[in-house]
């Protein structure tokens, strides 16, 4: 008995045969693609008294928006996103944002709008994501604004 398997690597796309004897009755193939899920934790100082002077807390920042971009070409089974493509839009609530589960590659980070009283951050931060695990790897982000 000959069973054909389709077999997809980043660079080729070959058939490979594998022959099986009779007494075979299964034939298992595992395979996943891993999974992982970006977190940001965006903080700044937040005005929240004032008696003789200004008086800042820390604090998770609300509407914060971040894009998630590949840093590279990244093509896993039949997903391709491209170099510089915005893969997914992060908002903050109570300052957490929580990306779509993307595969293993390069990405980026770019904060692209703050609050009016905040300076938005041009630093832009890789990611890099190699997951070997079956269940979703989370990359937690940890990140503080500058006041105005």
């Known amino acids: ?63 914060v928006v971040f894009g998630l971009y590949a ?24 300052g957490i944002a929580i990306s779509k589960e993307i595969p293993n590659g390069s990405y980026y980070l770019k904060e692209i709008s703050s609050l009016d009283e905040f300076v938005v951050d041009d630093n832009v931060i890789d990611v890099l994501l190699n997951n070997d695990r079956e269940e979703v790897y989370t990359y937690m982000v940890d990140l503080k604004n500058e006041r105005k």
């Open 1 to 63: 008995m000959t069973v054909r398997i389709f077999y997809h690597d980043y660079s080729s796309q070959d058939f490979m045969f594998l022959r099986v004897p009779e007494s075979f009755s299964n034939v298992y193939v595992n395979s996943f693609i891993p999974k992982n899920r970006i977190v940001i934790d965006k903080k700044g100082l937040m005005l929240t008294d004032y008696s003789d002077s200004f008086i800042y807390e820390e604090r998770g920042l609300d509407d």
């Open 71 to 94: 840093l590279s070409d990244i093509v896993v089974g039949d997903l391709i996103y491209f170099k510089d493509e915005l893969i997914d839009e992060l908002v903050t609530d109570n």
